[in-house]
């Protein structure tokens, strides 16, 4: 499994911007990648996921226009590029990372990041 590290959460107003990254303690080339996020008494729901070579992105109903996911996989880093931030995107992110790109659909990541907050709010 590799080590996942997320960073470039805080406090934004809406509809405003902001980046998050997820670093990798080994390289990324031939791992699925993807965000998921949980908000406060609710469950982790996915957010967004990319194939290793970028080539294909999937992305929820909710974000779907608003993010962008992508990768460097010569820095064995992701993205999320959000936009157009609402209060209801508040919650924890997380990334992720899996072989198999069956864990798009399942869900079933093998290694998971520590998560970084996300609060929109005026």
């Known amino acids: 499994q590799v080590q996942l590290v997320e960073s470039g959460g805080g406090l934004v107003q809406p509809g405003g911007s902001l980046r998050l990254s997820c670093s990798a303690s080994d390289r990324l080339s031939g791992y699925v990648m993807g965000w998921f996020r949980q908000a406060p008494g609710k469950e982790r729901e996915f957010v967004a996921a990319?194939?290793?070579?970028?080539?294909?992105?999937y992305y929820s109903d909710s974000v779907k226009g608003r993010f962008t996911i992508s990768r460097d996989n010569a820095k064995n880093t992701m993205y999320l590029q959000m936009t157009s931030l609402k209060p209801e995107d508040t919650a924890v992110y997380y990334c992720?990372?899996?072989?198999?790109?069956?864990?798009?659909?399942?869900?079933?990541?093998?290694?998971w990041g520590q998560g970084t907050q996300v609060t929109v709010s005026s």
């Open positions: 990319i194939t290793w070579s970028g080539a294909t992105t």
């Open positions: 992720a990372a899996d072989r198999s790109v069956a864990a798009v659909t399942s869900g079933r990541f093998g290694s």
